[in-house]
């Protein structure tokens, strides 16, 4: 009867999950979910950068740019 019982355990253990094990593999999965937004957003400004560069390159520079995005804003 108690190599029974005792069979029965190990069975369980094969299979279990321990909670410890959970708490990692969800740490695993935000830290993985917070390094792809971090990713996204800097994307996201080397885009932006790049377009403002290349809008001061068609501009004429920092006046042109100014002067526009104003002309933009206002409609005159």
């Given amino acids: 009867m108690a190599?029974?019982?005792?069979k029965k355990?190990?069975?369980l253990a094969i299979g279990a999950?321990?909670?410890t094990a959970l708490q990692r593999i969800n740490?695993?999965?935000?830290?993985?979910?917070?390094?792809l937004t971090v990713m996204m957003a800097g994307?996201?400004?080397?885009?932006g950068l790049a377009t403002l560069?290349?809008?001061m390159a068609m501009?004429?520079?920092?006046?042109g740019l100014l002067k526009?995005?104003?002309t933009a804003i206002t409609g005159q």
Avoid: H, P, R, S
């Fill in 3 to 6: 190599a029974t019982t005792k």
């Fill in 9 to 11: 355990e190990n069975n």
């Fill in 17 to 19: 999950v321990d909670a």
């Fill in 27 to 35: 740490t695993g999965i935000q830290q993985v979910c917070v390094g």
């Fill in 43 to 47: 994307l996201a400004g080397i885009w």
């Fill in 53 to 55: 560069i290349n809008a």
């Fill in 59 to 63: 501009n004429g520079g920092l006046n």
């Fill in 68 to 70: 526009g995005l104003m």
